[in-house]
């Protein structure tokens, strides 16, 4: 029997350490099959820094989370071991450096068999996670949910930024390139030439507008489609919402989901082989009334969900 959260019926919800949805520890319990993961880490920002207190926020906006999950007909922490692993160290003054760390505790978090859903952080940090996916499961589908592209070359000369994770995750081989999509894009971009070279990585995009104009059913069947049943890694970014939705993080964007869009399409993946996952880019600092945090918990909570299903279908 899996070890669940603390019972909020006998200890206040609001009381003792944040852990996400009052999990255990990874060190409380014997082997976990689904890790949530922080990696505090926002060296790789060019706007707004403050990703960094992202984890933390998230946790402690995660505190009401309920065991059972109706949108999906599953109590994700009694179809699987979940816990919180707490947070990868990263160097804030040397982001190679910091990638390094984030792939081997990838990696080694991920050994047994257990799959992560990670909180961010900055955006910098998929890459290193998806180094970590595609050595277990070779290239990787992804969905990318997001206001930006993420396939920029580089920022002042550097090539490892929240910006740029994409792409090198395409020159890296380290993504299946018939199955990428970004989903939420929407905002000025550099010049036309972004969106050539992004659709030459291979990517689908689809926008903010698409969204709004073909509403959810039809955008999960396009998405769905795509994948296949290849081994999918989803990656959200929380700028993705509307600032209305999520105002706190580093690069805004107006006209973005809500965050029922967002829930309800990641409600549409279940049955994908969904191998992994990240929510990044929640900063509290221009965060209001935790609408942010509760909102990035909520995804990480319908990943797990998502996973935990995985998990009892195949156990
Ligand atoms: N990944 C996020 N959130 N933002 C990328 C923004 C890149 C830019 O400043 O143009
Ligand atoms: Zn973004
Ligand atoms: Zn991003």
Redesign the pocket.
Known sequence: MPIGPIDASKNPRYAGFATFARLPRLDQVEHADIAVVGVPFDTGV??RPGARFGPAHVRESSRLLRPYNPALDVSPFASAQVVDAGDIAANPFHIDEAIDTVHASALDLTADGARLVTIGGD?TIALPLLRAAAEQHGPVALIHF?A?L?T?DTYFGAEYT??TPFRRAVEEGILDTEALSHVGTRGPLYGKKDLEDDRRFGFGIVTSSDVFRQGVDEVVDKLRQRVGNRPVYVSV?I?VLDPAHAPGT??PEAGGLTSRELLEILRGFAGLNLIGADVV?VAPAYDHAQLTGVAASHVAYDLVSLLAMRHAEQA
């Open positions: 060019s706007y955006h997001d930006h993420d920029w929240h910006g970014d700028d580093g690069t880019e």
